[in-house]
């Protein structure tokens, strides 16, 4: 008497889908070539599992402040967000720290202390069941250059959002910062967006 | 003269750039006040 290794239902997962590879194919990409305080995709199509976002580029800030870096879907800026993560400095051992924000107004992936200079990023992250009515979950990593002796700085971050009573997928995806994402003499930065299935 | 955004269309692939609407530039101004004050922050970065 036989019996199946994989035993789904005949409307499940079949074994090809089980063995099959990830396809990842690039929706859009971005690379500046001007100065922009926001990157935004919008109408972003619906046939993917999964969204991946590859950034890199230089942040400003002036004077003494801190650049941070916010992702929002769909234009949103209410307390549609929730955020944990942990940051961890390549030196001075101890002021690493982890935080736990909810009801935020964006995902925060991190930021920079720029002290009116360019300063470089990059970020990798993954944005989980954005086609569906229920809660969508962000999680990436990041790694920031910093001014005046600080360390460099690397944060992991994972979120979720969902849109308050209202159950949308997501469609557009903002990078802003309230500052400047891609500044100074080379005026860089380069964004690519990925479906995976 | 209000700061730029670029806009990349999936669906088209055509990129804008373009100056902020009175609404994103509103939302803008609340972001970078956010930063440059003491209070801010959900943001893993002030420095420790």
Redo the contacts between chains.
Sequence with gaps: MGYSVFPVASTGLTVSDLVAKEDWTL????K?T????????????QTYRTLALNVAGLIE?TGT????L?LRFNGN?GDQYN?S?V?V?SS?P??E?V?N?TN?D?I?I????ALGESKRWAGFYEIYNYTKTSTKFIRGYSS?ERSGG?AT?A?I?VGSYREGSTTNAITSIAI?????IATGSQNYAA?Q?FGVK | MKPQIAEINCSTGEVELREMSDAEYAQHLIDKAAYESEEVTPTPTLEG
């Design positions: 929706i859009s990409e971005y500046s001007s100065s922009v305080s926001s990157i935004t995709f919008s109408n972003i199509p800030a402040q801190t650049v941070v916010r800026s955020n993560g940051n400095q001075a101890g002021n720290d935080y924000y935020s964006a925060y991190g930021g920079t202390w920031f600080y700085k944060t971050n802003a910062t309230g500052g400047s964004v967006l």
